[in-house]
C-alpha cells in the first residue's frame, strides 16, 4: 500500500495562493488515482479535486472549479494541489489520498478512497 504525506499548507490572506503537495511512497504512485478533500472546523470531510492515475482526467467540486487545479508527477510521485484566489471558507485541513480502483469523474465520497494522508493546515485570512 501506498504512503502519502502532505505539504504545502499554511497562512495566507484572502486573494492569495498556496500550493500543497502529496509525495507517495511504498507502491508504484502511478497505480493510483489521487483525491483532495478538505475538513473545515465543525464541518465535515468533503470532496475537492480528484485526478487520475495517468492525469489524463480530473474533476473538481463546484468549490474549487476555476480556482483550484489539479496536476501529478509521476516520475516524482507526487501530486499538487494549485490553489489561487483563496477565499476564509477555504480554511481547513487539507487532506490527500489515493485509491487504484476510483475512477475519476464525479464528487467522490471519502470512503472511494482507502490510504490517506496527514493532513495539512491552510488559513485564509479575511
Known amino acids: 500500500q501506498v504512503q502519502l504525506v502532505e505539504s504545502g499548507g499554511g497562512l495566507v490572506q484572502t486573494g492569495g495562493s498556496l500550493r500543497l503537495s502529496c509525495v507517495a511512497s511504498?507502491?508504484?504512485?502511478?497505480?493510483?488515482?489521487v483525491g483532495w478533500f478538505r475538513q473545515g472546523p465543525g464541518k465535515e470531510r468533503e470532496f475537492v479535486a480528484a485526478i487520475s492515475w495517468r492525469a489524463n482526467s480530473t474533476f473538481y467540486a463546484d468549490s474549487a472549479k476555476g480556482r483550484f487545479t489539479t496536476t501529478r508527477d509521476n516520475a516524482k510521485n507526487t501530486a499538487y494541489l494549485q490553489m489561487d484566489s483563496l477565499k476564509p471558507e477555504d480554511t481547513a485541513v487539507y487532506y490527500c489520498a489515493a485509491d487504484k480502483l476510483v475512477v475519476v469523474g464525479y464528487n467522490h465520497p471519502a470512503s472511494d478512497f482507502s490510504t490517506w494522508g496527514q493532513g495539512t493546515q491552510v488559513t485564509v485570512s479575511s
Open positions: 511504498g507502491r508504484t504512485f502511478s497505480d493510483y488515482s
